[in-house]
């Protein structure tokens, strides 16, 4: 079914020959396309048969038949088995296994893709080698099965190779495949490399390449909760067959007597690079060089510098950079400002460090007796007077001071009585008016005394009082410091009116009638407003149905002035009529006169088909339905009929038709649906568009796992 073709590509493809794929063992072709290369060959063995696993096609392995494949293999010249398939002690496996390996052979065999840590019989022997699958990242493939007892790892995760499609077996396909099938003989076709370099080689010797040259792959983060469980890294080609090579290049590092300090500054550099080293290069970041091994620098300037080394010996060439490695600093230079620098007493100024050269600590003196150590401290002056602020600030460089005389500049305050006034919103208004009253004072009063014209008081600076009456209101501020006090009389500045009366009436009623399947209801719906027009939210509306449903509702208005209710669900089609008996909502009263309309009808309206309803509806749907859930209208058909399935919950069905033979005619479903009811038709054809001949036919239908079957009667 194509796994094998996949399997015998990763290991044999030819390589440079133009066409498809390659493989690490498959040779080097001439550049242009031929019947035979110069590779490893493949020995295929079929040791089981395609099948059907539910729906799907499938490959079986038998034990006895694998059996005799190794006993084949050993007995004609094979070295390597790449074993992608599951296995367990049967069928005289265990010897013709040892007797395989006694020959001298290697199996390799795929470890599984249940991404957990369970062996079979071939992975649980600790001599033959276990693969696990890598992605493209080297970290463990999401699937893989992996373990202490895996012993290598090869790619596995969308590898393209050799594929047979049996429809059409007379042209060559290459697919992409994923699982350890597929790493597999990509490790075997490793081992086979090495074998063929070295044709001498035991069977543990190329074990032990294949092993010591894997690339370790426990580093990347992705591997963090497999270690230990991958083996010993994933499979090398390359370095399996090239393990002599050069010199390997040094590894450059260095190191500074002292990385921070004051101008002028001498730093030593240390080389401690690995490896064959015969010449340094330095940069110091100040424009310095330098080809010393173990040089020294003066820096001359203050500031922050990168330091490089590049190291070359007969195997290359390495550097190490260390980005902003060295600061020189220098002595601070004192510096500072401050706002407001005059004012009257109490007067807060805000102080701001302006030094220059980085300083470390700051020590403030405000030439009041007040001090602070932060660098940006803020001070009140209490009393009048001309004040000397001096600033020192200091570094590991050194120390700097700066000292303004008379800087600041504080005054007695000139005292004021206030200047009464404030403002109220709203001025007008309907009974019982709320209104906020704002002081606008100038001159820092201290107390206010207010008097509303209706009794009311008040002693907060910024009230709120309630006329509850009607009338027009004379408002007074009474405004108070230590230097005196003002009034502001505003006369007549509240107007305070009677609150009308507010009513609600009906403006329009709507009755529409729905349909679901085999299922019906009433909707009305009702907009309610007041004596205004405008459209009234939370009024309660009850009312009562006649026609198809009799029973009351009650429902509330939203914002729109909207509200609406529906009957219960039946299977009798008839038009609905519902009639408002009552509207209800505090400090409202209900105007009958006002209603533009009481009652209101679906007569003459459609059917509104539904394409969703509730999950308790479909429930309630499901109950009506019995335990089928399906509906199948017309039945007897010629030639369509409809099969309704009701689906309470999202489900994954399968839908076929069979006829009296048990043949499945046709599938007309097979996936996952969203709960609700979904229309499935059937035209009286078979799969492939051929028309089926009347008589009786049986649905299957499988919801999840549960299975429903009816009869169909195709007539003339």
Not at 159 to 177: M, T, V, W
Not at 282 to 296: I, L, Q, Y
């Amino acid at each position: 079914n194509g796994h094998g073709t996949h399997c015998a590509g990763n290991v044999g493809a030819l390589n440079n020959n133009g066409y498809a794929c390659a493989a690490a063992s498959g040779g080097w072709g001439s550049g242009s396309l031929v019947a035979d290369g110069n590779g490893v060959k493949v020995m295929p063995l079929r040791i089981g048969y395609s099948g059907r696993y539910l729906i799907y096609e499938a490959g079986y392995v038998r034990m006895d038949f694998a059996a005799s494949a190794f006993y084949y293999a050993a007995n004609n010249g094979a070295k390597i088995t790449s074993c992608s398939w599951g296995s367990s002690n049967s069928g005289g496996l265990a010897d013709a296994i040892n007797y395989f390996l006694a020959s001298g052979g290697l199996i390799f065999k795929a470890a599984g893709n249940n991404n957990n840590e369970t062996s079979d019989y071939m992975t649980n022997r600790t001599d033959i080698i276990s693969v696990a699958a890598t992605d493209a990242n080297d970290v463990k493939a999401s699937f893989s099965t992996y373990g202490t007892w895996v012993d290598i790892s090869a790619p596995g995760d969308a590898i393209y190779s050799l594929y047979h499609n049996h429809s059409d077996a007379q042209n060559d396909y290459i697919a992409s495949l994923s699982g350890t099938s597929m790493a597999t003989p990509i490790a075997a076709s490793v081992a086979a490399l090495i074998w063929s370099h070295n044709p001498s080689w035991t069977a543990e010797q190329v074990k032990q390449q294949l092993f010591s040259t894997a690339d370790n792959i426990y580093g990347i983060s992705g591997n963090s909760s497999y270690i230990g469980k991958l083996g010993a890294g994933r499979v090398n080609a390359f370095s399996a067959v090239n393990t002599g090579g050069g010199p390997a290049a040094p590894v450059a590092a260095f190191t500074a007597s002292a990385t921070s300090g004051c101008v002028p500054m001498t730093v030593n550099f240390t080389d401690m690079s690995t490896g064959d080293v015969t010449s340094w290069s330095w940069t110091f970041g100040d424009g310095g060089a330098s080809t010393d091994e173990n040089p020294s620098h003066t820096y001359q300037t203050v500031g922050t510098f990168t330091v490089s080394l590049t190291v070359t010996g007969p195997g290359g060439s390495d550097a190490e950079t260390k980005n902003n490695y060295i600061i020189v600093s220098a002595s601070p230079t004192a510096d500072f400002s401050g706002t407001p620098t005059n004012g009257d007493a109490p007067l807060q100024v805000s102080f701001t460090d302006l030094s220059t050269g980085n300083p470390t600590s700051w020590s403030w003196d405000f030439g009041d007796g007040g001090t602070a150590n932060i660098q940006n401290p803020v001070h009140t002056y209490s009393a009048a007077d001309e004040y000397t602020v001096v600033l020192t600030v200091n570094n590991s460089c050194g120390s700097s001071v700066e000292t303004k005389v008379n800087y600041i500049m504080v005054s007695e305050p000139v005292c004021y009585p206030p200047i009464a006034a404030f403002v109220g919103t709203p001025t007008t208004g309907n009974a019982p008016l709320t209104v906020n009253f704002t002081d606008q004072s100038t001159n820092n009063p201290t107390s206010w005394n207010w008097n509303f014209g209706d009794g009311g008081t008040a002693t907060v600076k910024n009230p709120a009082h309630v006329f509850s009456a009607a009338g027009v209101y004379t408002i007074t501020l009474t405004a108070t410091n230590s230097c005196g006090s003002d009034d502001e009389v505003k006369v007549n500045y509240i107007t305070v009116n009677t609150a009308p009366q507010n009513a609600v009436h009906i403006s329009e009623i709507v009755v529409t009638k729905e349909t679901y399947s085999k299922f019906n209801r009433g909707r009305a719906r009702v907009k309610v407003v007041d004596q205004s027009g405008n459209a009234t939210a939370s009024v309660t509306v009850n009312g009562t149905w006649s026609g198809g449903a009799t029973n009351s509702s009650s429902f509330t208005t939203g914002s729109d002035g909207w509200g609406e209710a529906t009957t219960g669900w039946s299977k009798t089609k008839s038009d609905y009529t519902f009639c408002v008996t009552n509207l209800t909502k505090s400090g409202y009263t209900f105007d009958t006169n006002a209603n533009v309309v009481t009652c209101g009808s679906s007569n003459g309206t459609s059917w509104q088909v539904l394409s969703n309803v509730s999950p308790e509806d479909l429930k309630y749907f499901a109950e009506e339905l019995g335990q089928n859930p399906v509906d199948i209208s017309p039945n007897p058909f010629n030639p369509t009929t409809q099969i309704n399935v009701m689906l309470t919950e999202p489900s994954r069905i399968k839908l076929e038709i069979y006829n009296v033979l048990g043949k499945r005619i046709i599938t007309l479903a097979d996936e996952p649906l969203e709960a609700g009811m979904h229309m499935l038709k059937w035209d009286a054809r078979d799969e492939f568009s051929r028309a089926v001949g009347t008589g009786t036919y049986f649905y299957l239908l499988i919801v999840n796992e549960q299975k429903y079957v009816g009869k169909l009667l195709y007539v003339k």
